[in-house]
Nanobody, 118 residues
Framework: QVQLVESGGGSVQAGGSLRLSCRAS?????MGWFRQAAGKQREWVSD???????TYAGSVKGRFTLSQDNAKNTLYLQMNNLQPEDTAMYYC???????????????WGQGTQVTVSS
């Protein structure tokens, strides 16, 4: 069982930046971020695996950067030029390999709220 602890959410104005962190209690094949806005379905934001480099949803590409500190088992999401449509609960997830670059997410954090005002 892997536990994930997120931090770094908050409130910013449009154009601002935040960095989310997710510390894992163990090693996993893949880690990533999802988000869920009020009244909407959870959507994938970005992830990375042992086999592949970071990938991003089109809505955040060029603004968000995923990185990780393997020594600390920590995943980071640097979010720049935030917009009101980025407002959501952000969840860290981790999982196992089911194919090359393909992850089955098994572990989820509690979520951290990001609110962007116009």
């Amino acid at each position: 069982q892997v536990q994930l602890v997120e931090s770094g959410g908050g409130s910013v104005q449009a154009g601002g930046s935040l960095r989310l962190s997710c510390r894992a209690s163990g090693n996993t094949y893949c880690m990533g971020w999802f988000r869920q806005a009020a009244g909407k379905q959870r959507e994938w934001v970005s992830d990375i695996s042992t086999d592949t480099s970071a990938t991003y949803a089109g809505s955040v590409k060029g603004r968000f950067t995923l990185s990780q500190d393997n020594a600390k088992n920590t995943l980071y999401l640097q979010m720049n030029n935030l917009q009101p449509e980025d407002t959501a609960m952000y969840y860290c997830a981790a999982g196992r390999r089911v194919g090359y670059g393909t992850c089955a997410y098994e572990y989820w954090g509690q979520g951290t709220q990001v609110t962007v005002s116009s």
